[in-house]
C-alpha cells in the first residue's frame, strides 16, 4: 500500500513559479515511475510529466520548456517546478506513482493541490 500526499498548491499570478511536492509513505518499490497529471474544471485528467526512478523524465506539450519533474528518492518525495505559470495551468494537480509487480500494474493517485493562475 502507497499513500501520496500534494503540496504547494496556491493562488499565483500570470508568469509566476510554483513548486509542488508529493510525499509517498508505505511499501515503496525499488522500480517505479512517477507523475505529475491535472484536471481543469470540465476536462479529462491530462499527463503533465513523468520520472522513472533513475531520473529520466518526459513531459507532455505544454509543459516542455516551463515545467520540470524531479525527485529525492531519499526522501521519498516527488517534485514539480513550474515556471512561467499561465491561466491554463489552473487545475487540481495529483500526483501518481506507478509499478509493476509479476506482469501486472498499480498505480496510486494523492489527493491532489489546487493549482490557480489569475491575476
Known amino acids: 500500500q502507497v499513500q501520496l500526499v500534494e503540496s504547494g498548491g496556491g493562488l499565483v499570478q500570470p508568469g509566476g513559479s510554483l513548486r509542488l511536492s508529493c510525499l509517498a509513505s508505505?511499501?515503496?518499490?525499488?522500480?517505479?515511475?512517477m507523475g505529475w497529471y491535472r484536471q481543469a474544471p470540465g476536462k479529462e485528467r491530462e499527463l503533465v510529466a513523468l520520472?522513472?526512478?533513475?531520473?529520466?523524465?518526459a513531459y507532455a506539450d505544454s509543459a516542455k520548456g516551463r515545467f520540470t519533474i524531479f525527485r529525492d528518492n531519499t526522501k521519498n518525495t516527488l517534485y514539480l517546478q513550474m515556471n512561467g505559470l499561465k491561466p491554463e495551468d489552473t487545475a487540481v494537480y495529483y500526483c501518481?506513482?506507478?509499478?509493476?509487480?509479476?506482469?501486472?500494474?498499480?498505480?496510486?493517485w494523492g489527493q491532489g493541490t489546487q493549482v490557480t493562475v489569475s491575476s
Open positions: 501518481n506513482y506507478h509499478y509493476i509487480s509479476s506482469f501486472v500494474p498499480n498505480d496510486y
Open positions: 508505505g511499501t515503496i518499490s525499488s522500480i517505479n515511475t
Open positions: 520520472i522513472t526512478n533513475g531520473g529520466n523524465a
